[in-house]
């Protein structure tokens, strides 16, 4: 089955800076790589998402960006804001008629002020 | 429209005791999942439905019961309950359409084993 790296576990930056979060996937049938916030005792929320037929996508502050070769994907936020803390999950599905989420073990993202 | 709907929000139970949390979604989805996030372990799939009458197992099955009689409803039964099952419950819920996914969360359940 599919399995999910995720790095690094903590991120630690100044209000203002960016963050990188990576994530490598083992199965090369998947196709949908999601990414998740968690706030502290909320469910995970949707922030973005990216497909294998499109190499990067960006909303506003946040952009992911895929290499299906490598099988590596990564969320990048710039301008980061205190709000911005929280728990960041990556995910991979094989599609299809396989909708399991896979996902990576978290990142704690904490934005310094 | 009420998404995915989980309850309780918390439960204390004793070891060896049986429960079963409620999973509802109004969404009309044909998938449905139950994960469960403990700390520094991401979240990790237990069962899954793709449709009523259809489930399998996840990473992590073991002591626990699905089934999906309706479109809307999917619960998990702790048939009885162990300490290691201390954890935090999440259903979900997707559709697919084409090459569009989307998952929705419930609010989860807290559960406690003693």
């Known amino acids: 089955g599919e399995n999910v790296e995720q790095h690094p576990s903590t991120l630690s930056v100044q209000e203002g800076d960016s963050a990188v979060i990576k994530c490598t996937y083992s199965?090369?049938?998947?196709?949908?790589f999601p990414w998740y916030k968690q706030e502290l005792g909320k469910r995970p929320q949707l922030i973005i998402d990216i497909r294998s037929n499109v190499g990067e996508k960006k909303d506003q502050r946040i952009a992911v960006t895929l290499n299906k070769t490598a099988k590596h994907f990564s969320l990048h936020i710039t301008e980061t804001q205190p709000e911005d803390s929280a728990v960041y999950f990556c995910a991979a599905s094989g599609g299809g008629s396989n909708y399991k989420l896979t996902f990576g073990k978290g990142t704690l993202l904490t934005v310094n002020p | 429209n009420a998404g995915v709907t989980q309850t309780p929000k918390f439960q204390v139970l004793k070891t060896g005791q049986s429960m079963t949390l409620q999973c509802a979604q109004d969404m009309n989805h044909e998938y449905m999942s139950w994960y469960r996030q403990d700390p520094g372990m991401g979240l990790r799939l237990i069962h899954y439905?793709?449709?009523?009458?259809?489930?399998d197992q996840g990473e992590v099955p073991n002591g626990y019961n699905v089934s999906r009689s309706t479109t809307e409803d999917f619960p998990l039964r702790l048939l009885s309950a162990a300490p290691s099952q201390t954890s935090v419950y999440f259903c979900a819920s997707s559709y697919s359409v084409g090459s569009n996914y989307g998952y929705t969360f419930g609010s989860g359940t807290r559960l406690t084993v003693v």
């Open positions: 439905s793709v449709g009523a009458g259809i489930t």
């Open positions: 199965d090369s049938a998947s196709n949908y």
